[in-house]
């Protein structure tokens, strides 16, 4: 058993409750929150480790949409409109991939580690990130991708995908954690999607999809027009998209722990169906920024929880979640920077939890204890200011505890 203390605690709970003078007791779950005054008369003769001045503890914060398999990218692929940026993807594919070795791949989770992030939703194509996620202690949610939208080929991609999702769910562990992505409703075939997602349900595995990330996207799914029509004559021989947004979204009920990554063209109906889903939605505004994309309009989720992911490095120039909160804190100018900030943290930690069906992103008895401590430079005078000011200064974090274990 162990006791942290410091100046505060945020517990990210539905009040963004903070406790001035707090202290944490934990082992691998957390067993008891409470001022220090409180936890020094309940566990006398305990020895408490003290954090430095002006130290928030908060719980360790969740990506929840990364891929690191594209880890290799810094100047190579094209920005500035998303079907370049897909051409770009793919004639550099091979290359990007290659390079991206599980050493770097673990540089990258290290780096992860040292600026918060203690849990990732990691997107992977084809499992060459496996082992530096199974290395690493930061908590992996693995979703195995599926993709391939010509019905030939539907057979040989499922018979590959559950080959991957197999060998994932052998290395499953308290940290390790399989899970089912499905590309997008223009990339995957309604065979593979149908396959795929009941295997998920039979098995109560996590389901994320990429969903109505570009206007491109938007013209193809509803009416087979644009700018991917081009794209899919060049390399699918398609003239019509496989599937329409609606149709794809049916297929997602009874999926316990969903997300939706993007969503920034969904029409209404199509938020409206996400919420009765009761899925989340995975809001990557660097990435939206990167490629020229729309912003998710906050205002119209009437409800839906979304959560933070950097994506990969195929579109951001960095993997740190208070990066990303920063970009998001900036590119959401509409909002109140003070209310905003306790509403990006939450974001980052129980949202992201919830959306793939954690015990994790909350500093409350019982809760997996994955905590992160960072020291603010000076005094925070009003306790109002605290979310807003750690997102502000934070570059890295002074301690992080995955599993009770400082690592
Ligand atoms: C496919 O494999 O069918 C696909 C991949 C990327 C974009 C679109 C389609
Ligand atoms: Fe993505």
Known sequence: MKILSAKWVITCDEDFSIIKDGAIVFTDKILDIDTLENIQIKYPNKEIIQSKDNTVLMPGLINSHVHLEFSANSTTLKYGNFMAWLNSVISNRDTLIEKATPKLISTKLDRMKKTGTTTIGAISSYSFDMQACINSPINTVFFCEVIGSKADMADTLFADFKNRLESAKKNSSKNFMP?????????????????????????????????????????????????????????????????????????????????????????????????????????????????????????????????????????????????????????????NIIEFSKTLLKAATINGSKAMGLNKGKLQKDADADIISITLADEVVDKDDLAMQIILHTKSVEKTIIGGEFV
């Open 179 to 335: 899970a089912v992505a499905i590309h997008s409703a223009y990339s995957v075939h309604p065979f593979l999607v149908r396959e795929s997602l009941a295997l998920a349900k039979e098995q109560n595995l996590p389901v994320s999809t990429h969903f109505l990330e570009s206007p491109e996207e938007f013209e193809w799914l509803h009416k087979d027009e644009g700018l991917f029509t081009e794209f899919f004559r060049n390399f699918l021989g398609q003239s019509k998209a496989v599937t329409k947004p609606m149709e794809f979204l049916n297929q997602f009920s009874n999926v316990k722990n969903l997300s939706f990554t993007h969503c920034v063209e969904a029409s209404d109906n199509d938020l409206e169906k996400i919420k009765l889903l009761g899925a989340s939605i995975n809001h990557c505004v660097t990435s939206n920024r990167v490629l020229n994309n729309t912003k998710l309009d906050l205002k119209r989720l009437n409800g839906i929880d979304f959560t933070i992911g950097t994506d990969g490095l195929s579109s951001n120039n960095s993997l740190s979640m208070f990066d990303e909160l920063r970009n998001a804190l900036m590119m959401h100018t509409d909002e």
